[in-house]
């Protein structure tokens, strides 16, 4: 199975500060990344796909990069509703793996 | 509009069954693959389970795997979880989601119904 790590498990950053996340794959896995976000107590919600594309709807500070072994997703100038935990998830490969998850705390 | 809804969820004993249900609205059903993800409580997200959009094809977690059962009924438009053996682990909010074929992710997520497992 393919296994994902994400860095950092936690940060906490500012209203306006720029924000970049990494996503690690054990193996590689071509462009078939996803980059979701998720608030408390609700469902996901599909942010990024195909490791760089933008899901319909999704504010266009929110992009992604990489492909093979390692990925980022960057949040230029966060916002208040951008508090959330952020997963990505690889599609390369049966089982669909998530990764642990990044917090996004306000300093 | 597009729309999932589970129901199903609740508390069982430990080797229990439960099935759960996703009834989906506002696309075309049977053309989309359609997937099962847990949470358990104060935890990561979890990839339990995908169909092919005509059912033919299923793939599971290894942590599920010969426990639990995806089916769907496209003519009612309605996915399920057949689940066995319950565990304590399994407890957690389970959702559907439609899920893109060729690798797009899971585009539209269902607001998730809970799972106990309890004696």
């Known amino acids: 199975d393919i296994q994902l790590t994400q860095s950092p498990s936690f940060l906490s950053a500012s209203v306006g500060d720029r924000v970049t996340i990494t996503c690690r794959a054990s193996?590689?896995?071509?462009?078939?990344l996803a980059w979701y976000q998720q608030k408390p107590g609700k469902a996901p919600k599909l942010l990024i796909y195909?490791?760089?594309t933008l899901q319909s709807g999704v504010p266009s500070r929110f992009s992604g990069s990489g492909s093979g072994t390692e990925f980022t997703l960057t949040i230029t100038s966060l916002q208040p509703e951008d508090f959330a935990t952020y997963y990505c998830?690889?599609?390369?490969?049966?089982?669909?793996?998530f990764g642990p998850g990044t917090k996004v705390d306000i300093k | 509009e597009v729309q999932l809804l589970e129901s199903g969820g609740g508390l069982v004993q430990p080797g229990g069954s439960l099935r759960l249900s996703c009834a989906a609205s506002?696309?075309?059903?049977?053309?989309?693959?359609m997937s099962w993800a847990r949470q358990a409580p104060g935890k990561g997200l979890e990839w339990v389970s995908l169909?092919?959009?005509?059912?033919?094809?299923?793939y599971y977690a290894d942590s599920v795997k010969g426990r639990f059962t995806i089916s769907r009924d496209n003519s009612k438009n309605t996915l399920y979880l057949q689940m066995s053996s319950l565990r304590a682990d399994d407890t957690a909010v389970y959702y559907c989601?439609?899920?893109?074929?060729?690798?797009?992710?899971?585009?539209?997520w269902g607001q998730g119904t809970t799972v106990t497992v309890s004696s």
């Open positions: 193996q590689g896995i071509s462009s078939y």
């Open positions: 998830q690889q599609l390369n490969s049966y089982p669909f793996t």
């Open positions: 195909a490791a760089s």
């Open positions: 169909i092919s959009g005509g059912g033919l094809s299923t």
């Open positions: 506002g696309f075309t059903f049977s053309n989309y693959a």
């Open positions: 989601a439609r899920s893109v074929w060729g690798g797009h992710g899971m585009d539209v």
